[in-house]
């Protein structure tokens, strides 16, 4: 898949794309997984820049995810109803992007994984 920026996207694109964004906290930015906090004012944006590198969120959907997918969600947390899930599938490895928001309504984990 090629990002609007015309190139190929990877977890180093995605990575990359994502961090541009106002994270109130930094929890972790590693070679294959990086963890943050976002404010609620820029889940629209980053929405729309996952829709733009990864496609559709694959949770919540109507179809059930695939059991490579969920396996390694659920080694990440796994998901419940009102948290989303991006993943693109690049060959050998995917990408994965988890959002959960807080309660307090004002911030969001982000968590994007390559694997």
Do not use: C
């Not at 733009?52 to 396996?71: D, F, I, M, T, W």
């Amino acid at each position: 898949m090629i990002s609007s920026k015309g190139e190929e996207v990877n977890f180093g694109v995605v990575k990359r794309d994502i961090k541009m964004f106002k994270f109130e906290i930094l929890r972790t930015d590693g070679e294959d997984f990086f963890e943050g906090v976002i404010i609620q004012q820029e889940i629209n944006k980053l929405t729309l820049q996952l829709k733009s590198l990864l496609g559709e969120a694959v949770y919540p959907s109507k179809n059930k995810l695939e059991q490579k997918v969920s396996r390694i969600v659920d080694e990440f947390g796994g998901l419940i109803p009102g948290q989303s899930l991006y993943y693109k599938d690049l060959g050998t490895q995917g990408v994965f992007v988890m959002l959960w928001p807080w309660k307090d309504g004002q911030h969001t984990t982000v968590k994007i994984i390559q694997r």
